[in-house]
Structures are given as structure tokens and as C-alpha cells.
């Protein structure tokens, strides 16, 4: 292990940017900030790699640690002219979380560490305010008690009504029929005067010592302990590990603990504090932006409990000085009065500064804390921003435009899972529409859902499959399960930088926040209902289990479910996925097996069809009777009467396809999955089977049950079906090669391509491919053209893989089915190991579900030896993958780095694969080392 200890302070640092694995990103951030000559309050941070040993010792600092940051605190009261434990000049710290990734809320930080009785005393005398002293104080106890002591935060509830309740007297107001809430808007924080607070202060002791058998601990160093241990804790805590989980954050990281002097934002009305972004983090508009709180401290802002106000005079928000903020300020309904440009425009003034020159120096968006104690500015924290999948474009392409990034470095900038949220359908205009209420937009994308409310009945509910919207007063870290299982998510409180509102938006989910006409208590929430000139008109209920739908992208509620429209893609976006098409080697195609999905991957950039799955063709109400009247014949000749009457409706089909496509290649596969999946399933559709073909529903039922198999995966399917029924390929033969004919004499490019499924050795293949040439040239002399058709196989198998030699004499391309060949080289049925392998995640068995991103080591395997022995066979074989692994970003990686040639996935994710292609392809040439002419 090296250094246990970085300082920073007075324009020095041990630490810089770079060290984020070591220091966290808040320490990392800190540290460069006071490089930079920025106003942040002296500190020290204690590495990640401490926080790992203290794990690994059973819990224990390692040997020598406390001497070290004894001795940091000794630097800090040098530079304060303070000491830690003195009445006289009481030095008090923030004892804060940060991890190499940045987890929002997920972890604890103490604030105002260091104060007892007396030294409490003592702050009030050195600031001159009593009530500020005792604040701070009974803050200090309330945190600590429930983070380091672990007796819940509810416990001192009634103690700090009780305490409202003493002050609302001396205030005249009548505080008898409020509730709590109502309590809190009444008689806030502030308002909360000596008296009252030093009985407050008494009963939370007691209610420690209740809980605990223990007095609350006086010494400061000791509290200093307690607090490093329960920052390293926290680490452990559920929702950390939950948060963890769903952004891949690997649990030994660790996180890192900042020990910073205490500023404060609530030192009275010259003081604040906030919280800004460098640009809009939900738009990506170029303006900055933010909210702040007078008089409070930064858990204030963050907690959602006071609504914040903007920053800055609204249209004037132009922080980077361009001139194109068109900024309508935060909070709905706030008015510039209470902006920090109004109200501190000095201060306002610095911010600016500071916020352009750490952009400039990050050459990235900036996610600020900063505290102002009377009239003085402090950073809290820097961090490179959090912003939705739309902000995210927009800022990559702006910033590329105004020379600060290269094209490049814009297109590694967005992270390709994220642009599923431009592609989020979103409210249909023209639809009728019930207004409910109006909040922030605090997160993008339009989402309908019952109501709930709280996070555990979310998760049940979303467990059956229903569609839900979580409504909380405000969301807590506690309730991240309950938003993960949510479609959107709608707050009475909190601003957008609440938890809800940053959490969601990391989530890419529909979020509206700070609806004030909301209130929710007990099951139910109540809707103040406003006419136009604002005048209340009434209150509606909603109930549990009423559906609601949110529009996350203009902050409104509607009653009931509207229907939405799919999402228009950006101008950025539109560039930006041109600057990525020229950079990625891996072409992108799509599986689409209709005309209508053909179009829609044809608009998101597809460069063809990787798969068509023709047996989705066949469930369609006119054609599945013929499909079951096929399957269920007595012989050949009643096999190809059906098939003769599915014939027009899959060459029509191709037709359309082909149109779609023109100019395209487009893979067709044959019929694959085990026909039992087309029978019957009722006695209904029985009955109606048996008057369509004449046959008795027993005879029927009795050919369905000799059709079922014990294990259908790995039954009668795919190319074996050819093998035993013939007429099935060549009727598709036929329809495929019509069409191609057709789409041909009328002037429009055809490029078909036919594929053979779970093909394991090269006799079927011959087979098979004899089977399709024959009915090949028997069209083109019916037809009197010809047409270039191509063909190949699937590699489904491990065999398929491993003779993969022998397959390529027949095969002129190959196609990975990576489903099927996870599910057989793994021996998991992929229909079932959805019970069982999130088990096997959590245990570390597999980094992530192997159906979702790609077992490289093993299936990845495979593809290579697929690869190699298909093209020492056939060296210009074209090599492709099919499976749903093709459109998941860290499996086209390797996709890049094999070789392959192209990726298909289905439409919605072909602009995500064109982005992680070209993300690969930059990749893969880092690892080359630069290129000649770079
Ligand atoms: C595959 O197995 O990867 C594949 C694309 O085929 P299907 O999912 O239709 O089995
Ligand atoms: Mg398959």
C-alpha cells in the first residue's frame, strides 16, 4: 500500500485529477481544484486503498493511519489558526464518501463533525449566533447518530416536531391541526430558535442514549473514528451495492473518505449554497445552470425538503458567454428575485468564473458543490456531469464544434446505452389529454403506468409485469429499487438536482419532480387542480393502482394513459452518428422480419437485413391456420397442399422486404424453431382447426401430442426440419427467389441471401444447399432472370464452430447465432436461465448475463475458431452475428476486435451499434498505437 494520506490546501496538493482510483473522484476533483488556485476549503483525503485494508483487517484502520491523520488535522489547524476539540477556536469537519465512480447519495458523509456542549458553545461565541451554533449541533447528532450509531433517522421525528411545535407558540401560530409536513413548510429550520434547539439537542442524546445504552460521544477524535469507519461502511450499504449492480461498478473499488474544513452555507442570509452544472444536464444547452438554497447547507438542497431557486436572472444564464441561453430557470414558478445573480451577484459573479475555467480545464460538463459563507465563495466538489442520453449529444457535438474536444473524443464521450433515451417515444401532441399537474422536468421521456407508492409495492408490481409510476412526496436513496422497477417516477418536492431528479436521469427514466400541487400521504395523493389564471379550482384524488401518465420532458402529469409518439432524433444526434460512421469498420445491419421493421431499420441506419426469422411471418391470423393444417398432414402431399397456400403470403412478405431494402443485402433464414410452437394451444383453436381441414379434433389433438418433445430446444428444428420435410425449405426456396425475381423486374436492387439454421455438419449443408439450388434454377427458367443469390449458415452449435472448415466449403457466409450458441456451449436453456443467473451474477460466477453481453472467454471462443477455420477454408468468407449480442455495446467490442463483419441487431439498436462500432474501431486502433498520419 502507498500513501495513506493526500492533503490539500493553501494552492497545494499531494493528489491531482488523474488519481480518482486512489482519491475518489470528489478527492481527485478537490485536489486539482486547489491545484487550480480555486477557492476550496483545506482537507485531506484518505485513500481507497485504506478503505480496502480497513475490509480486509475485520474493519480496523491500518497500523499507523490514525498518526497520519492526526497529524493531517494538526496541518489544517495550522492553516485555520483553529484547533479540532477547542472551545476558543473550534475547528469542525465534514467527514465525506467519494468512490472512483460518482454514485450519487448512495454512500454517507457527515457534516459539522467536532462539536460537543462546550464546543458548541464555543462556535456560538467565535460566529456570533447562537441558533446557527446550536443548529449545526443538533444536525451533527441527528447524522451521526444514524449513520455512525445506526439509530434511524424516524426515531427523532417527534422530537424535532415537538420542538416546531415550541417554536410555532413563540410565533403565534396555530400549529394544533398541522401536520408534520405542513408543520415543516410553517415553521422551517430557521425558524427554529436557542431554546427550543438546545431542548431538541437534549432529547436526541437521550434518545441515543435509549438506543444505544451508550452516551452520545463527546470527543471529537473519537467521533472522527466512528465517521471514517462508517464512510467506509457505507460502501457495503444495499443501495450502494444496488446502485452498483446496475452500472457495473466493481464492488472492490472501495470508496474513498474526505476529511474537509467545515464551510457553512447557513451562516445567515449572506451564506448559501448549491449545486450548478457547466451546462444543462437534461438538455445539454450550452448555459450554465443551477439551483442554490440562502441560508442552508448542502444537504438541504440535495434532500428536495425546500424547493431551491435558480441561479441565475432567468434568460441571462449564459455562464460560458455565447450568448445562446435561453434560459427559463429552474424552478417552475420561481422568481428572479430569489436568483443568486440577484441576490449575491459578486458571489454569482465568481461562480461564473470558476465554472468556466474548470470546464475549460476538464474539456468536459462540471457538476459543482459550492457553499458561499458570508459572501466568500467555496467549491465543495467538482465532478465530471451526469446528463441524459440527449444532453450527452448535444454536449459531445457542441464541444467538438467549438474546438475543445476532437470528433473522436466526441464520439468516445456518449455512452451508446444512453442514446436509447433519444430513441424514448414521447407525449402524442394531438392526443386528447386530462392536465393533472405540473412539475419540473426533471427527466426525459414520456411513461404510463398505475400509481404506487412506495418502492417496495413498485417492484412487486413491476414483478407481475405490470407498468407502474412511483409517487413520493421525495424520492431517498432508499427507494432506488423501487425506481429501477418504475417506468417514471413523480415527486410533490426537490428540485432537479433532488435525488429523483438525478437518479432518473442517470436511469434514463421519465421523472417529474417538485409538483407542487401534489401531496401525498397514506395510499393516496391529492391534486390541486389550477385554472388557467392559477386560482385553485378543486382537488382530485388519486388512488392506487389509477393510471397516470408523465411527461418527463416538460415536467407535466396527465390523467390516465396517453398515447405517445415515437421519438424525432436530433440534429446532433444526426451528426454525430455521422462523424461515428466514419470511423467504425463493423457494418451495422438489422434483424427485421416485416416491411414495417425493414423501414424503421432502414431510417436508424441499418445497412441491411442480418436476419429475417420467416416463421414470424407465420403467426399471423390468416396464415397460421395453414401452418398448423401443414404441420399437422398425414404425408407429403398434405404438407404441400398447406404449404402451397402459405407460399403467396411469404413471397408477398419478401417483396415488401426487398423493396425496403433496395440496394441491401438481406439474410433470410429458413424456418427454425420446433413446430410444436405452432400448434393449437386451446381447445378453441382446436375445434376451428379441425372444421378447416376436416379432420376430428381427437385426431388432431392425439397428432399434437406425438409432436411433443421433451426438450424442443434441442428437438426437431432448425435445418433438421429440411432434412426429414423437404417441401417446407423449398417452398421458401420459392417464395424467397419470387420475389427476388419480382423486385428485380422492376428495376430495384436485390442482394438475397439465404441462411440455413443450426446447421452441424456439412451433409446437411449440402443438402440443403442442393435443395435451394435446384428450386433456384427451376424460378430463374420460370422467370426467364436470374438473380445473385448467396448462401449460407448459422453457427448455433459448438460443432458448427469446431467444423467450421467443412461447413465454409458450403457456406459462402456465416452468421453467429450467439443465442443459441451461448445456450449450447453453456448447457443453459436460454428460456429458463433467467431463474437462476442473476445468481450467478451476484456471485461473481458471470460479470453479467452471458445471453445479454457475451461470454468472450468461452462462446467468444468459439466465434474465433468459427473464424478461423471458416476463412483458411474460404479466406474471403463474410462473417456476421445475429444474435442479441449484436446490438450490446461491450459484446460488438469484441465483435471489432475478432474481425467480424458485420453486427445485426434489432432496429431500435441499430444507432446504439453504430456508436459502439465506431467506439470499437477507436479502441482497437489505441491498441494498435497511433496511426502514421496522426
Ligand atoms: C441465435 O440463436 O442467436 C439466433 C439469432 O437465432 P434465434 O434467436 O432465432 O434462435
Ligand atoms: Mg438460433
Not at 189 to 212: C, N
Not at 222 to 236: E, R, Y
Request: aromatic letters at 6%; one cysteine or more; a negative charge.
Amino acid at each position: 500500500m502507498g500513501r495513506s494520506i493526500y492533503f490539500f490546501g493553501a494552492g497545494q496538493a499531494d493528489g491531482d485529477a488523474q488519481q480518482k482510483d486512489l482519491l475518489g473522484g470528489k478527492g481527485a476533483g478537490l485536489a486539482e481544484m486547489t491545484r487550480l488556485g480555486i477557492p476550496v476549503p483545506p482537507g485531506f483525503t484518505v485513500t481507497t486503498e485504506v478503505c480496502n485494508a480497513y475490509y480486509a483487517s475485520g474493519k480496523a484502520l491500518p497500523a499507523g493511519v490514525e498518526d497520519e491523520i492526526k497529524a493531517a488535522i494538526g496541518r489544517l489547524e495550522a492553516l485555520r489558526g483553529a484547533a479540532f476539540g477547542s472551545p476558543e477556536a473550534p475547528l469542525l469537519v465534514s467527514v465525506r464518501s467519494g468512490a472512483r465512480a460518482s454514485m450519487p447519495g448512495m454512500m454517507d458523509t457527515i457534516l459539522n463533525l467536532g462539536l460537543n456542549d462546550e464546543i458548541a458553545r464555543g462556535l456560538a461565541r467565535r460566529t456570533g449566533s447562537e441558533r446557527f451554533a446550536l443548529d449545526a449541533y443538533r444536525r451533527f447528532i441527528l447524522a451521526y447518530a444514524d449513520i455512525v450509531l445506526g439509530v434511524p433517522r424516524d426515531r427523532f421525528e417527534e422530537a424535532l416536531g415537538r420542538a416546531r411545535r415550541q417554536a410555532a407558540a413563540k410565533l403565534g401560530v396555530d400549529a394544533t391541526r398541522l401536520n408534520s409536513a405542513e408543520l415543516e413548510r410553517k415553521v422551517p429550520d430557521s425558524q427554529l430558535d436557542p431554546e427550543s434547539l438546545a431542548a431538541l439537542i437534549q432529547r436526541q442524546k437521550d434518545i441515543v442514549l435509549g438506543a444505544t445504552g451508550r452516551p452520545f460521544p463527546d470527543e471529537p477524535y473519537a467521533q472522527l473514528w466512528g465517521a471514517i469507519g462508517a464512510v467506509f461502511d457505507s460502501w457495503k450499504n444495499h443501495r450502494a451495492q444496488v446502485y452498483r449492480k446496475m452500472h457495473d461498478i466493481p464492488e472492490a473499488w472501495g470508496t474513498a473518505c474526505t476529511v474537509q474544513v467545515m464551510v457553512f452555507g447557513n451562516l445567515g442570509d449572506d451564506s448559501g449554497t448549491g449545486v450548478a452544472f457547466t451546462r444543462d444536464p437534461s438538455t445539454g444547452e450550452r448555459r450554465f445552470y443551477g439551483e442554490w438554497l440562502p441560508n442552508a447547507q448542502g444537504e438541504d438542497v440535495v434532500a428536495g425538503v425546500r424547493t431551491p431557486h435558480p441561479l441565475s436572472i432567468t434568460g441571462t444564464g449564459t455562464g460560458t458567454g455565447t450568448g445562446t441561453g435561453t434560459g427559463t430557470g429552474a424552478g417552475a414558478g420561481v422568481d428572479d428575485e430569489s436568483s443568486l445573480e440577484a441576490r449575491m451577484p459578486a458571489a454569482y459573479a465568481a461562480l461564473v468564473e470558476v465554472q468556466g475555467k474548470l470546464e475549460q480545464h476538464f474539456r468536459d460538463v462540471q457538476d459543482l458543490e459550492f457553499t458561499i459563507q458570508q459572501k466568500e465563495l467555496f467549491l465543495l466538489q467538482c465532478r465530471t456531469a451526469k446528463r441524459t442520453g440527449r444532453a450527452a449529444v448535444r454536449i459531445a457535438v457542441e464541444m467538438a464544434k467549438e474546438g475543445l474536444i476532437s470528433q473522436r473524443e466526441a464520439i468516445l464521450r456518449v455512452d451508446p446505452g444512453s442514446i436509447d433515451q433519444l430513441l424514448h417515444p414521447s407525449i402524442d401532441p394531438s392526443a386528447p389529454k386530462s392536465l393533472l399537474a405540473r412539475g419540473l422536468p426533471a427527466s426525459p421521456g414520456a411513461a404510463t403506468g398505475q400509481v404506487v407508492f412506495s418502492a417496495d409495492e413498485a417492484e412487486r408490481r413491476a414483478g407481475q409485469g405490470r407498468a407502474v409510476i412511483l409517487v413520493r412526496s421525495e424520492t431517498s436513496p432508499e427507494d432506488i429499487h423501487g425506481m429501477k422497477a418504475a417506468r417514471g417516477i413523480l415527486t410533490a418536492r426537490g428540485g432537479m438536482t433532488s435525488h429523483a431528479a438525478v437518479v432518473a436521469r442517470g436511469m434514463g427514466k421519465s421523472c417529474v419532480a417538485g409538483c407542487s400541487a401534489i401531496s401525498v400521504s397514506q395510499g393516496r395523493m391529492a391534486v390541486t387542480i389550477y385554472d388557467d389564471h392559477g386560482r385553485s379550482t378543486g382537488t382530485i384524488t388519486v388512488k392506487d393502482g389509477d393510471l397516470i401518465t408523465l411527461d418527463g420532458g416538460t415536467g407535466t402529469v396527465y390523467l390516465g394513459a396517453v398515447p405517445t409518439i415515437p421519438a424525432a432524433l436530433s440534429g446532433e444526434f444526426e451528426e454525430l452518428m455521422v462523424w461515428a460512421d466514419a470511423v467504425r469498420r463493423l457494418r451495422v445491419r438489422s434483424n427485421a422480419d416485416t416491411p414495417h421493421d425493414a423501414r424503421t431499420a432502414r431510417n436508424f441506419g441499418a445497412e441491411g437485413i442480418g436476419l429475417c426469422r420467416t416463421e414470424h411471418m407465420f403467426f399471423d391470423e390468416e396464415r397460421i391456420q395453414a401452418v398448423r393444417e401443414m404441420i399437422l398432414a398425414d404425408g407429403e402431399l398434405g404438407r404441400r397442399r398447406a404449404l402451397e397456400k402459405l407460399l403467396p403470403f411469404q413471397r408477398s412478405d419478401f417483396v415488401g422486404v426487398f423493396r425496403e431494402m433496395a440496394g441491401l443485402p438481406v439474410t433470410i433464414r429458413l424456418l427454425d424453431p420446433p413446430l410444436h410452437e405452432f400448434l393449437p394451444q386451446d381447445e378453441a383453436q382446436l375445434q376451428q382447426l379441425s372444421r378447416a381441414t376436416g379432420v376430428s379434433a381427437k385426431d388432431l389433438q392425439r397428432k399434437s401430442e406425438e409432436l411433443a418433445e421433451y426438450n424442443p430446444m434441442l428437438g426437431h428444428r432448425g435445418c433438421r426440419l429440411a432434412i426429414t420435410s423437404p417441401e417446407i425449405y423449398e417452398m421458401q426456396a420459392r417464395a424467397i427467389l419470387e420475389a427476388a425475381c419480382e423486385v428485380a423486374a422492376a428495376g430495384i436492387e436485390v442482394e438475397p441471401e439465404i441462411m440455413i439454421p443450426l446447421s452441424m455438419t456439412r451433409r446437411e449443408l449440402a443438402l440443403t444447399r442442393a435443395l435451394v439450388e435446384g428450386v433456384a434454377e427451376k424460378v430463374f427458367a420460370e422467370k426467364g432472370r436470374r438473380v445473385d443469390v448467396r448462401f449460407g449458415t448459422m453457427i448455433e452449435l459448438p460443432r458448427a464452430a469446431l467444423r467450421a472448415g467443412e461447413l465454409a466449403e458450403e457456406a459462402e457466409f456465416f452468421s453467429f447465432g450467439t443465442n443459441d450458441l451461448t445456450q449450447t456451449s453453456l448447457g443453459i436453456s436460454r428460456d429458463d436461465a433467467g431463474r437462476f443467473l442473476g445468481a450467478y451474477v451476484e456471485a461473481g460466477i458471470f460479470a453479467k448475463d452471458p445471453f445479454q453481453s457475451l461470454d468472450v472467454p468461452g462462446v467468444g471462443e468459439l466465434v474465433e475458431i468459427g473464424r478461423d477455420r471458416g476463412r483458411a477454408t474460404r479466406p474471403g468468407l463474410k462473417l456476421g452475428v445475429c444474435g442479441e449480442h449484436g446490438g450490446d455495446p461491450s459484446s460488438i467490442a469484441f465483435f471489432e476486435r475478432a474481425g467480424l463483419d458485420y453486427v445485426s441487431c434489432s432496429p431500435f439498436r441499430v444507432p446504439i451499434a453504430r456508436l459502439a462500432a465506431a467506439q470499437a474501431a477507436l479502441a482497437a486502433e489505441a491498441a494498435r498505437g497511433p496511426r502514421a498520419t496522426d
